[in-house]
């Protein structure tokens, strides 16, 4: 064999066919297979692995979790580095030792030291990133570390719990409805939701479902699709069909709700039941809040919207005043009036971008444009160019909003990456199936106006993504041209914000434009004010504003002077044993493109009875089986 002129030695490696050239260089044989043939294999239990960390159960130690990652890191050190090779399975046995309350501050500190040394001699991420993530970990749950460290125990609140039913920011009964909805008991289903959200329907339609994040089932498939059963449940058995619990005896006491969002609705709704005269106070013409002027109709449709209001108005002692609005004088003639009185007036002002042709002609905030819709004033953008600015779900709604309004283009300008945007997957697969298209890293510079004030584009400087802030990569500037996106309309979707000044000029006090407020949403400063939802926590979901009024209910019922336990019906049937078949997770269809972009009528299809009935058999009762057959696994959350 030559090599550059020179013969070569014939003989075989160790571990293998192959020669050894002049210079003591191995040439392997030449081959399609992988070097390693387990390494195909081992893709697949790594997937496994993957699934079982990303079903972490909640109430998990954190000190067992960075645990396991250094545990991890130490099987994949490849030797060559000495401080990764030794000093990852010396930083193992160190925290077995912390985890099993064993150790004292002396081990801490080796830990801390032994850590540092690995971070700083390691040449590769596996030593680093795995010493960097230890050091991090001890520092953001110190309190787990001192509680092990002095009282030899895990603090409070660690401890395995049902993860649907802990997830959920309402803490519903999951596993129960989806029992019962499995045997067609879905009258009972519905109530069972409603003993911790009075808004069955409109968490079937747009709820983010975080009851699904750490689903045990994904230890086998995927998670079950929770939101799609409450749908079947709600479609089978309409939320204002359904009797609520009987109300309490009246108590006499008065509670002030203002506004009709879905925050203040439930806490409306709960002190009802439990007997307490409550009045909702709406600025708008009707009740829903944002679920009516934020989220269009082919979303949620305005009459299942209803279904929800009725249900909560049928639990009687619910006063419902719209179109009062409630500003500094008005605050203070209710904060007089009513025993105590709840603030969830949501964040339901648009933010605005100071940009130069910000003010022409055609430039809205999508805030506006989705409130006229509420009220049945649809747009109408025939021929018109429309681009969007955001990467949020209002983003989208707005952007899918435009193509059923007529426009001929929609363009969604968004300064970060698809992957870094805000909306929801679905959302953003959805546009673009309608035709919407999706303009990633472009900042926006200025909007163009021509001599009638109208404008005509959207001017963008094109970005790269760049370092890690906040957990997500920020966008800097590229060396490129700006862009010019010619458009008719511009809609302004970057956030909204919370009307706090009337408010605070009453006295609430309020930080970054959100109230304050304790852990049991007392106002600060104020002796009978409660506040709660968006206004408080800024813009955030739904079922947290959902949650928000429950716990304010409970709040303020004890302020009262009550302690009434939150009504509702429905028990969870037997479990039956696990179907441990893997089986793939029914997704819920929309109508096909071409034809729902035409119109405003709900997009999304339920499952069939025979879908629910498998996706139904693929929960494995954890209430029942686990940990939820412990006294610990079952917690009374509000």
């Not at 799609?228 to 479609?235: E, H, L, P, S, T």
């Amino acid at each position: 064999m030559l090599d550059n002129g020179r013969r070569t030695s014939k003989g075989r490696a160790r571990g293998g066919a192959g020669t050894t050239s002049g210079r003591g260089v191995y040439v392997g044989q030449a081959s399609i297979a992988p070097r390693s043939r387990a390494d195909a294999r081992i893709a697949d239990y790594l997937e496994r692995q993957a699934r079982r960390v990303r079903t972490t159960p909640p109430g998990t130690c954190p000190l067992v979790v960075l645990l396991s990652m250094v545990q991890a890191a130490a099987a994949q050190t490849c030797g060559k580095c000495v401080s990764c090779r030794d000093g990852l399975p010396r930083l193992a046995a160190l925290l077995e030792r912390l985890v099993a309350c064993e150790a004292d501050e002396k081990d801490l500190e080796d830990v801390r030291a032994l850590a540092d040394t690995v971070r700083a001699t390691s040449d590769c991420a596996i030593g680093y990133e795995a010493a960097t993530a230890l050091l991090d970990g001890l520092e953001d749950f110190a309190d787990e570390v001192k509680s092990h460290l002095q009282a030899r125990a895990c603090a409070a609140g660690v401890g395995q719990t049902v993860p649907c039913e802990t997830l959920c920011p309402a803490h519903v009964d999951v596993p129960a409805y989806i029992a019962l909805v499995a045997e067609g008991r879905y009258a009972e289903a519905v109530n069972v939701v409603r003993r911790d959200n009075p808004f069955p329907t409109a968490c079937s339609f747009v709820c983010e479902h975080p009851c699904e994040q750490r689903c045990r089932r994904t230890l086998l498939d995927a998670p079950v699709n929770i939101r799609g059963i409450k749908r079947f449940a709600v479609d089978g058995a309409p939320a204002d069909q359904v009797p609520p619990p009987v109300r309490g005896a009246d108590t006499g006491r008065t509670v002030a709700v203002v506004g009709g969002g879905p925050s203040g609705l439930s806490c409306a709704y709960f002190l009802g039941l439990m007997g307490h005269r409550v009045t909702v106070f709406e600025a708008r013409e009707q009740l829903g809040g944002m679920m009516r002027y934020g989220i269009p109709a082919y979303r949620f449709p305005r009459e299942r919207l209803d279904e929800d209001v009725r249900g909560i108005l049928n639990a009687g002692g619910i006063t419902a005043r719209c179109g009062m609005a409630v500003g500094e004088r008005e605050m203070r003639d209710v904060a007089g009036t009513y025993d105590a009185v709840y603030v969830a007036i949501g964040a339901q002002a648009g933010k605005w971008l100071d940009l130069p042709g910000a003010d022409a002609e055609g430039v809205y905030s999508a805030v506006e444009l989705l409130g006229f819709i509420g009220d049945g004033d649809y747009p109408d953008f025939t021929g018109k160019r429309v681009v969007v600015v955001g990467g949020g779900n209002v983003a989208m709604d707005c952007a899918r909003t435009a193509v059923r309004a007529g426009a001929s283009e929609v363009s969604v300008a968004y300064r970060r990456r698809r992957e870094d945007m805000t909306a929801l997957p679905a959302e953003v697969e959805s546009a673009v199936a309608e035709g919407v298209e999706l303009m990633e890293l472009e900042a926006p510079v200025r909007i163009d106006v021509d001599a009638f004030g109208r404008c005509t584009a959207l001017v963008t400087q094109p970005q790269m993504i760049g370092p890690v802030r906040a957990g997500r990569p920020a966008p800097v500037a590229a060396g490129k041209p700006e862009r010019r996106m010619a458009a008719d309309v511009v809609l302004i979707a970057v956030g909204q914000d919370v009307v706090s000044a009337p408010f605070e000029a009453f006295g609430m006090k309020a930080a970054r434009g959100r109230f304050l407020a304790d852990d049991g949403l007392a106002a600060e400063g104020q002796a009978h004010v409660f506040v709660g939802g968006d206004c408080q926590t800024g813009p955030s979901t739904v079922i947290r504003a959902i949650a928000a009024g429950k716990v304010a209910a409970r709040a303020i019922d004890g302020f009262l002077g009550y302690c009434h336990k939150l009504p509702g019906d429905g028990e969870a049937p037997a479990a039956w044993p696990n179907d441990r078949t893997p089986k793939g997770r029914v997704e819920l269809a929309e109508r096909p493109a071409r034809e729902r972009k035409r119109d405003f009528e709900g997009v999304e299809c339920g499952m069939s009875r025979e879908e629910v009935i498998q996706e139904c058999g693929r929960c494995l009762r954890c209430d029942q089986f686990g940990c939820g057959a412990t006294e610990e696994g079952r917690v009374q959350h509000a």
